[in-house]
């Protein structure tokens, strides 16, 4: 809006440039964010979309959410920091997969993506420190995606089922939301939004 009008770009070249991926599902960016300053009595964010690369893949652009906030930040300090990790394998025809993630301190969301490399059908249960399920994404299309908010510390428990009937190569991103302002009290200075984003 006004002087804060900006122009982002998560672009990640393919991994195979002579076979790019043309169906949105791979070669994608995950973990990326970006903050504006609301000013007081709110304001409007304004988003278009442009293609102005020369390259005919770079075609698709996601929002994954916004998340408002009341600013505790230093001056040229983020509250909000994310990083990805990545886990591949392949599961065989009607099993699973149990992977294992200790949550970074701090961490307030923790998001999950688990991506079938050649389509197949799979679902995504994750589970708390307690082993009790607390989130679940099983849809006719991959990637699953699941969100856990106001993680508890400790270590969760992610299980991939392959619903097909051949071996399933797979991707899962893990995404840990970490307010700094917990690791380190700081003086609130007003409000602000993050945009999640991922782009490819």
């Known amino acids: 809006q006004g002087a804060d009008s900006r122009t982002i770009d998560f672009y990640r070249a393919p991994a195979d440039p002579s076979h790019p991926d043309n169906s949105g599902r791979n070669d994608l960016t995950f973990g990326f964010s970006e903050t504006f300053p609301v000013p007081p009595g709110g304001g409007t964010i304004r988003i278009d979309v442009l293609n102005r690369a020369p390259e005919s893949n770079r075609d698709m652009a996601y929002i994954e959410g916004f998340l408002f906030t009341e600013s505790q930040q230093q001056t040229g300090q983020a509250r909000f920091a994310e ?18 993630y200790t949550v970074p301190t701090g961490t307030v969301l923790l998001t ?11 679902a995504l249960i994750v589970k708390n420190p307690l082993g009790v399920p607390i989130a679940h994404s099983d849809r006719s299309l991959v990637p699953e995606t699941t969100q856990v908010l106001s993680v508890a510390p400790g270590t969760y428990t992610l299980v991939i089922n392959n619903k097909g009937i051949t071996p399933a190569p797979y991707k899962l991103y893990l995404i840990p939301t970490l307010d700094l302002s917990l690791l380190q009290p700081v003086p609130s200075t007003g409000s602000g939004a993050r945009i999640r984003t991922n782009s490819r």
Request: proline letters at 3%.
């Open 112 to 122: 999950a993506v688990a991506d079938a490399t050649q389509l197949h059908d799979l």
């Open 83 to 100: 990083s990805s990790r990545e886990t591949t394998g392949v599961i065989p025809a009607g099993g699973s997969e149990t992977v294992t």
